[in-house]
T-cell receptor, first 112, second 115 residues
Framework: LAKTTQPISMDSYEGQEVNITCSHN???????ITWYQQFPSQGPRFIIQ?????VTNEVASLFIPADRKSSTLSLPRVSLSDTAVYYC?????????????WGAGTKLIIKP | ETGVTQTPRHLVMGMTNKKSLKCEQH?????MYWYKQSAKKPLELMFV???????ENNSVPSRFSPECPNSSHLFLHLHTLQPEDSALYLC??????????????FGQGTRLTVV
């Protein structure tokens, strides 16, 4: 069964750049890759979205290789408030069904 | 504030009770979603409504019954739930189906405990 795979947890320090990679081997041709951030007791919040190559916005960058079987979320100069769980989301077509597959999430802890 | 409001924020119900979760969005979106989030598990998509028509139902037990009376409101009716149904239930909305590359906005969720 196709799925997305992310590291369970990561630690870093304030001011550092953090890169979180998600594997999605069965991504469909027309699917986008989306990353969300979630704080405790809140719903996920959209961070960034891309289809291929590189996308950058005011909070993050998203790197997608040519085969699109993985993606890397890059958070520049993290702060303590970036401590959260980060999810990658892709659509996956399994036979005739179409499902949205969320990763298990990466718990990012930023230390002073 | 994401523009998606869920009520109640917390709910404790017995296994024989009937309750409903409510979701409301005034973002002008035409797709709405129910997700279940259990501890240490990925988010599970339960139902999708697009233009008020249910377009996806991911093998959810019949004790969960969704209702979408208009594009701004979504309900999840609950009856005879089991303790394993205890979870955070999240509502989301987007302009078109999420898988087509559209940002979804989530509510803060309803923390449901079945006793």
């Amino acid at each position: 069964l196709a799925k997305t795979t992310q590291p369970i947890s990561m630690d870093s320090y304030e001011g550092q750049e953090v890169n979180i990679t998600c594997s999605h081997n069965n991504i469909a041709t027309n699917d986008y890759i989306t990353w969300y951030q979630q704080f405790p007791s809140q719903g996920p919040r959209f961070i960034i979205q891309g289809y291929k190559t590189k996308v950058t916005n005011e909070v993050a960058s998203l790197f997608i290789p040519a085969d699109r079987k993985s993606s890397t979320l890059s958070l520049p100069r993290v702060s303590l408030s970036d401590t959260a769980v980060y999810y990658c989301l892709v659509g996956v077509r399994m036979d005739s069904n179409y499902q949205l597959i969320w990763g298990a999430g990466t718990k990012l802890i930023i230390k002073p | 504030e994401t523009g998606v409001t869920q009520t109640p924020r917390h709910l404790v119900m017995g296994m024989t009770n009937k309750k409903s979760l409510k979701c409301e969005q005034h973002l002008g979106h035409n797709a709405m979603y129910w997700y279940k989030q259990s501890a240490k598990k990925p988010l599970e998509l339960m139902f999708v409504y697009s233009l008020e028509e249910r377009v996806e139902n991911n093998s959810v037990p019949s004790r969960f019954s969704p209702e979408c009376p208009n594009s701004s409101h979504l309900f999840l009716h609950l009856h005879t739930l089991q303790p394993e149904d205890s979870a955070l239930y999240l509502c989301a909305s987007s302009q078109i189906r999420q898988s087509l590359g559209t940002e979804a906005f989530f509510g803060q969720g309803t923390r449901l405990t079945v006793v």
